[in-house]
């Protein structure tokens, strides 16, 4: 059974700073990794989409990588700011037609 | 495009009640997905429907639940008897294909009392 870490649960970073979030699976027969935001009392934001195939993807200043063989992923975000405040999610199928999987979430507080 | 729309956006019922949450995904995405999130268990998923037909819903936690996709534009949740337990947000998302990118609409507050 596939399960998903996500650590840490909550992060609070002053504002300005570089930090990384952390998700980690157990199976590494995955078919594409995503990362969501999600927003209080909102629904989820996709952020970022890996397939199987790549090792990253960049948008702006998130930058998430997979790494199959060791089982993690990890959101990069560069130069955070209070509007970044939001809880992060990672999830994936392990193949294109099964159900996809969430993490917990990681809850993040910028601080101004 | 509007995204995902859901209704109603909270909805507040006694125990024992019919509750019916409806979802029109995205135009001309094929697949849709229920969710129910707690603060307990997070983001599940319920059940899932590629072109209108219902492909998993091995997360449906019992026969109360029922979820429809009648056409392409609309899907109704429906949960009868509605019990406390039951309070949650649900969550409508769609695609285009199982697995690719997700929208999600902002989800139904439901409290059963």
């Known amino acids: 059974k596939q399960e998903v870490t996500q650590i840490p649960a909550a992060l609070s970073v002053p504002e300005g700073e570089n930090l990384v979030l952390n998700c980690s699976f157990t199976?590494?027969?995955?078919?594409?990794l995503q990362w969501f935001r999600q927003d209080p009392g909102k629904g989820l934001t996709s952020l970022l989409l890996?397939?199987?195939?790549?090792r990253e993807q960049t948008s702006g200043r998130l930058n998430a990588s997979l790494d199959k063989s060791s089982g993690r992923s990890t959101l990069y975000i560069a130069a955070s700011q209070p509007g970044d405040s939001a809880t992060y999610l990672c999830?994936?199928?392990?193949?294109?037609?099964?159900?996809?999987?969430f993490g917990s979430g990681t809850r993040l507080s910028i601080r101004p | 495009d509007a995204g995902v729309i859901q209704s109603p956006r909270h909805e507040v019922t006694e125990m024992g009640q019919e509750v019916t949450l409806r979802c029109k995904p995205i135009?001309?995405?094929?697949?849709l997905f229920w969710y129910r999130q707690t603060m307990m268990r997070g983001l599940e998923l319920l059940i899932y429907?590629?072109?209108?037909?219902?492909?998993?819903d091995s997360g449906m936690p019992e026969d109360r639940f029922s979820a429809k996709m009648p056409n392409a534009s609309f899907s109704t949740l429906k949960i009868q008897p509605s019990e406390p337990r039951d309070s949650a947000v649900y969550f409508c998302?769609?695609?285009?294909?199982?697995?690719?990118?997700?929208?999600f609409g902002p989800g139904t507050r439901l409290t059963v009392l």
């Open positions: 999830a994936f199928p392990r193949s294109s037609a099964s159900k996809i999987i």
């Open positions: 199976d590494s027969a995955i078919y594409n």
């Open positions: 890996i397939q199987s195939s790549q």
């Open positions: 135009s001309g995405h094929n697949s």
């Open positions: 429907f590629n072109n209108n037909v219902p492909i998993d």
């Open positions: 998302a769609s695609n285009f294909g199982g697995s690719d990118t997700q929208y």
